[in-house]
């Protein structure tokens, strides 16, 4: 069984970074030192001076770049600690809880390719709230449903060997269902649009071949 402590935590900030900014946006914004920078005026009294703002961190998280958006699936890649990552990405198109509307942070699911680590297409699912302790969480595709187990809130295929046959499931499907509880015994049931997963998934593969 793989381990994920650290991978959950720098697959949730590449998350927040992806979705914190749009393609447009993306592509337009120019790099910082590209702008000449204006001669600064010499300041009026020593207590105008403002303190230097302070330098990006080096460490963390590449900023991901969108490839394409396909339907409900994002293609990204992004390059943290020079190490190449790519993954395709969506959020729910339907959520329930049981009891319902209970708080949680917004699930994903995506699927994940690094070239470091040698892994290919690795299903992952973040789902807002920690799981419930030694619990298994399920995802259907179709009439084969697929066992995962759980490690704080991310959820990954509990049968390795299975993984490839699930991403293939998943390209010829409509839709994938993944249920699980959280640690306060919140059930969820959060439903996954597969249209675009599969023009995603070719372009992640172009990008990290």
Known sequence: MRVHRGLVFFLSLLIASAFAVSARSQQAEPPAAAKPAAKPKPPAAPAAVAAPKPAAPVAGPAKPTLLGQYGEWGAYAATPNG?????????????????????????????????????????????????????????????????????????????????????DAMRAGDSAVVKGISAKGTESVDTYSLKGLTEALDRV????K
């Open 83 to 167: 190490r190449k990552v790519c993954f395709a990405i969506a959020k729910p198109a339907a959520t329930e809880t049981k009891p319902p509307d209970r708080p949680r942070n917004q699930p994903y699911m995506f699927i994940s390719t690094r070239l470091a680590d040698k892994v290919t297409n690795e299903v992952s699912v973040m789902v807002g709230y920690p799981f419930k302790t030694s619990s298994e969480a399920t995802a259907q595709v179709g009439s084969t449903t697929f066992q995962l187990y759980t490690q704080g809130d991310g959820a990954w295929i509990k049968n390795a060997a299975e993984e490839a046959h699930m991403v």
């Open 205 to 208: 593969a172009q990008e990290c």
